[in-house]
Structure formats: structure tokens, C-alpha cells
């Protein structure tokens, strides 16, 4: 069974490009979660989705956002980077919803910005 | 803002020895997580405990919730080398968000 993909894996933009990140689920799961990981901020949640809806949030300013597809392929999106957005992004899937079911890592796209 | 405090923040231990990591968090919560991170890697979810009281084993490790105390502890038993890593508690709020504690960089020495 395929684990979680996520694509590019590396990335690299300039301050006020724009950038999208791709996060495959492990077939048959319909939760994806998304999260950034600086050596500053640490692990932080940014959003979670499920059956194509946004279930939950976290204290992310509007230029993060993100959408699910009827696959449950999942997206995130970055508009006008920032220096500070420079981070390892991780999405992670699981079967039904977060709270229960154990969550599978994705290898994470490292963002770097210029 | 729920708060989220791991000790030690780095934890250097020899194999075959016991030792504790915590985990407390500040408002009320009755799920956490554990995670486990190798460098240059990404997380692997090790544990979810979801009530007072619970209790999980896999291997070496043991983690428990004391949900009154607010309170989680990963208990590494007779430590090996492979378990070199860092490791993570998240707690999730009334509002479904995770709150990622700072890490615990554990390295075991031969």
C-alpha cells in the first residue's frame, strides 16, 4: 500500500511569489491535515480537511489556504511568500478523522524563500 | 492559546537505562498524541490517548494520560541506540486544533 506522497519535495521561491504544495492520501483515507515545522515556531497546525470540506483551522493568516479534491488529493497554497514561510510543510492522512485514527506522515516539501 | 510543555528538551541517555519524558499542557484536553522524528525525516504518529487514565505500549515505549493533571508521560524502557530521535506530544482543543509541544531530542548511547 502506497504511504503518503507529497510533491515538490524541495522548493524554491522568492518574497511575494505565490506556491502550491500537492498531498497524496494513502488510498481509502479521506482525512488530510496539513502542518509547518520551523526550527523557531516548531510543529504547527495550519488546517485539516475531510470529505473535500475544511474541518479545522489553525492561526494561520488568509494567505494559507488550502482545498481537497473528490480523490482527497489535497492542496495548500501560499500567496505573496514571506521569509518567515520558509519551512518544512507536512500533510498527513487518515482513514476517517483526526481525532481517533492514527495519522500517516507524508515526507514534506522543504519551502525555502528568498 | 492552549500551551504545550515538553521536558527535557534534550535528554542523552545510555542503552539499557529507564527514562521519562513529560508532556503538560494548559487547558483542558482528553486527546493527545505522541509522535516520534528522525533527523531529516518526517513524523510517525506513535501513540493516541484519548482518555484519563489511558495507557499504551508498543516496544520500549509507554505513554500514559493524566487528563486531571493534564499530564502525558512517554516511558522509555531499557534504552537501544534506535531509539535515537525526537519526539513530539500534540494536544487537540475544544476547536479541533493541534498544539505541538517544543520536542524532546532523545539520543542513546552505546
Known amino acids: 500500500k502506497a504511504g503518503v506522497t507529497q510533491t515538490p519535495r524541495y522548493l524554491i521561491k522568492t518574497r511575494g511569489q505565490q506556491v502550491t504544495l500537492s498531498c497524496s492520501p494513502i488510498?481509502?483515507?479521506?482525512?488530510v491535515s496539513w502542518y509547518q515545522q520551523t526550527p523557531g515556531q516548531g510543529l504547527q497546525f495550519l488546517f485539516e480537511?475531510?470529505?473535500?470540506?475544511?474541518?479545522n483551522k489553525g492561526n494561520f493568516p488568509g494567505r494559507f489556504s488550502g482545498r481537497q479534491f473528490s480523490n482527497s488529493r489535497s492542496e495548500m497554497n501560499v500567496s505573496t511568500l514571506e521569509l518567515g514561510d520558509s519551512a518544512l510543510y507536512l500533510c498527513?492522512?487518515?482513514?476517517?478523522?483526526?481525532?481517533?485514527?492514527?495519522?500517516?506522515f507524508g515526507p514534506g516539501t522543504r519551502l525555502t524563500v528568498l | 492559546e492552549l500551551k504545550v510543555e515538553q521536558n527535557p528538551l534534550f535528554l542523552s541517555m545510555q542503552e539499557g537505562k529507564n527514562y521519562t519524558i513529560y508532556c503538560n499542557y494548559s487547558?483542558?484536553?482528553?486527546?493527545l498524541y505522541w509522535y516520534r522524528q528522525d533527523p531529516g525525516k518526517s513524523l510517525e504518529s506513535l501513540f493516541v490517548?484519548?482518555?484519563?487514565?489511558a495507557v499504551k505500549q508498543e516496544g520500549r515505549l509507554m505513554a500514559s494520560l493524566d487528563t486531571k493533571a493534564r499530564l502525558s508521560t512517554l516511558h522509555i524502557t531499557a534504552a537501544v541506540h534506535d531509539l535515537s530521535a525526537t519526539y513530539f506530544c500534540?494536544?487537540?482543543?475544544?476547536?479541533?486544533?493541534?498544539?505541538f509541544g517544543t520536542g524532546t531530542s532523545l539520543t542513546v548511547i552505546p
Open positions: 498527513a492522512s487518515s482513514l476517517e478523522a483526526t481525532s481517533t485514527d492514527t495519522q500517516y
Open positions: 488510498s481509502g483515507h479521506r482525512s
Open positions: 480537511y475531510f470529505s473535500e470540506t475544511q474541518r
Open positions: 487547558t483542558t484536553s482528553d486527546r
Open positions: 490517548l484519548l482518555s484519563n487514565g
Open positions: 500534540a494536544v487537540v482543543n475544544t476547536g479541533n486544533q493541534f498544539y
